[in-house]
């Protein structure tokens, strides 16, 4: 492998991070249909191809509903850096343990930071008003996942360059849409604390009960936080 393992961890690993079931579906394919050395064996075995068809069709339809596809990401922000690391290090295995380990590290640590700008851009296009851009986004998200991971089979480095194109584009709009994301947090974190499934956030109750006193004085205790707020009590209703 030498030379050509940074790469392919590095490309495996930003794609695992947005779609690891279609990068373990192109490089398992492609192996079992033209038996390629630079693939491993283990991607190709019948069964891990089934379980990733399955789940990338799973994946498919969950990533263009808004609001779904941000629980998806939720459960996947293990998965994902897993997947990558361990396509790292099966690239790698083959030829020294060293190259095992630095082919792990390097595709866990993409595919997290990968997956950190997916599910950031995600939560910025749940604000939006209509299903359009979901199912937009979603599918170009896997076309691109899939062509680059095809690219790397042949030409690793150029598949590297464009995918380190995409980290850092992904990077940038994230912080360009911080504030949109960051509201969005506000009121599923809300929603989370309204149905009981998240513990209400110790700056929220201090600032509704100095509300509370500004309004009614001390002596009537505050209302239940979660009430507090109608529109944080509707996290779902999208903004224009």
Known sequence: MGAELI???????????????????????????????????????????IGAAVLFVVE???????????AWDSVHTVVRPAVGATIGYLIGHDTASLDAAV??????????????????????VNTSPEPASNVLVSTTEDVTVTGVTALAIAHPWWAAAIALLF?????FLVYKLAGRIRRYKRRYDAWGERVGIAVPSERRERRERR????????????PPAARTDERLERPFDQET
């Open 60 to 70: 498919m339809l969950a990533d263009k509903i808004p609001y779904v596809d941000s």
């Open 211 to 222: 509300e509370h006193r500004e309004h009614h004085g001390t002596g009537v205790p505050p």
């Open 167 to 171: 980290l850092v584009l992904g990077a």
């Open 7 to 49: 790469p392919m961890a590095f490309t495996t690993g930003w794609g695992s991070g947005i779609n690891a079931y279609a990068v373990v579906l192109v490089l398992g394919l492609a192996d079992k249909i033209f038996n390629l050395s630079q693939i491993p064996n283990a991607l190709a075995r019948t069964d891990v191809l």
């Open 103 to 124: 082919g792990a590290a390097t595709g866990g640590v993409t595919a997290l930071i990968s997956h950190g700008i997916k599910a950031g851009l995600r939560a910025a």
